[in-house]
């Protein structure tokens, strides 16, 4: 996480909202990083979760990214969780809770929504002081 972390906090040196991401593999080994880039890219998909899928699909050249776990500084919302669902990623570790769009089981639960034809482990709360910080001095600056 604190890895993921770091790349939050680049993207709020870039103007971005800081939201970082690593994937990792069974073995722990760092696959892609990457942090939020929607302004910058003028992208509204260019979340760090959707930054760090595309990165790593090309790296592991599969759309499938079997046996891995993302960290992600914020709840996933219901963009990025369908994503991780589609990618078939094993595992999602985030900091802290997006009470407004979460959907990893704050707002909606689409991770592990029955209807659907996998499901994704999820723990809550690493680092989650540190990810909440970053988040609401980002958003008090801008206002």
Do not use: W
Not at 26 to 32: E, L, T
Not at 128 to 138: N, V
């Amino acid at each position: 996480m604190k890895e993921a972390f770091s790349y939050a906090k680049k993207s709020m040196q870039l103007g971005e909202v800081p939201v970082g991401a690593i994937l990792v593999d069974s073995d722990k080994k760092i696959i892609a990083g990457s942090g939020n880039s929607m302004i910058s890219s003028s992208d509204p998909t260019a979340h760090a979760e959707i930054n760090v899928l595309r990165l790593a699909g090309k790296i592991l050249k599969n759309y499938r990214l079997l046996d891995t776990t993302l960290y992600v500084t914020l709840e996933p919302c219901s963009m990025c969780a369908s994503a991780l669902v589609h990618a078939r990623v094993s595992k999602i570790i985030y900091g802290t809770s997006d009470k407004i769009a979460g959907a990893c089981g704050s707002v909606f639960n689409l991770v592990n929504n029955k209807n659907l034809n996998h499901s994704i482990e999820v723990h809550s709360g690493v680092l989650e002081d540190e990810c909440r910080k970053i988040l609401k001095t980002f958003f008090s600056a801008r206002r």
